[in-house]
Antibody
Framework: EVQLVQSGAEVKKPGESLKISCKGS????????IGWVRQMPGKGLEWMGI????????RYSPSFQGHVTISADKSISTAYLQWSSLKASDTAMYYC????????????WGQGTLVTVSS | SSELTQDPAVSVALGQTVRITCQGD??????ASWYQQKPGQAPVLVFY???NRPSGIPDRFSGSSSGNTASLTITGAQAEDEADYYC????????????FGTGTTVTVL
């Protein structure tokens, strides 16, 4: 069974750093892309970027380039999304999703990680 | 701002048919995919490409496309279909990351 399991909810202060994770199982982790999606409170979905764990090829949405870093550790089948300096506007639910190719839709999704940034 | 536009909300009587539309220039060149999101849950892929329904998705969900408009049709809507629906496709520059539509809330009466 394909599963993406994300790390738990986080509460951080502005300026702090954060790294959240997405662990894949039930499939060949290095053969599929992993994408990250942001959903701000009461709002719609936004693709942030995608990574191919097989060779760490990473693509970012222009809206998120430079604001977040996407990485993966294929030895433990885990992808990451990280911030070096959080802002209140980063408060959102973040989802990871598996994509068969960089052109494909997200066919399996993680349960989401709620990130709250507040002073 | 999103390049894919959806009606904010539609309602359908139980057992009837509802069509959810998604408009955007990129849809003239690329197929859409469709996601269902229920409150407090992660999105679920319900239809994609020319004619693809993921395993486990009921066949009452179908998709179509014409010109700059993609549509998701629910034939014989059930109470459990009440959710937000988002279309997704490449943007006008062909960026494979894609852009989501603005979302449609479907209410089953």
């Amino acid at each position: 069974e394909v599963q993406l399991v994300q790390s738990g909810a986080e509460v951080k202060k502005p300026g702090e750093s954060l790294k959240i994770s997405c662990k894949g199982s039930g499939y060949s982790f290095t053969s599929y892309w992993i994408g990250w999606v942001r959903q701000m409170p009461g709002k719609g979905l936004e693709w942030m970027g995608i990574i191919y764990p097989g060779d760490s090829d990473t693509r970012y949405s222009p809206s998120f380039q430079g604001h977040v870093t996407i990485s993966a550790d294929k030895s433990i089948s885990t992808a990451y999304l990280q911030w070096s300096s959080l802002k209140a506007s980063d408060t959102a639910m973040y989802y990871c999703a598996r994509r068969e190719s960089k052109w494909s839709p997200g066919d399996y999704w993680g349960q989401g990680t709620l990130v709250t940034v507040s002073s | 701002s999103s390049e894919l536009t959806q009606d904010p909300a539609v309602s359908v009587a139980l057992g009837q048919t509802v069509r959810i539309t998604c408009q955007g220039d990129s849809l003239r060149s690329y197929y859409a995919s469709w996601y269902q999101q229920k409150p407090g849950q992660a999105p679920v892929l319900v239809f994609y490409g020319k004619n693809n329904r993921p395993s486990g998705i009921p066949d009452r969900f179908s998709g179509s496309s014409s010109g700059n408009t993609a549509s998701l049709t629910i034939t014989g809507a059930q109470a459990e279909d009440e959710a937000d629906y988002y279309c997704n496709s490449r943007d006008t520059s062909g960026n494979h990351l894609g852009v989501f539509g603005t979302g449609t809330t479907v209410t089953v009466l």
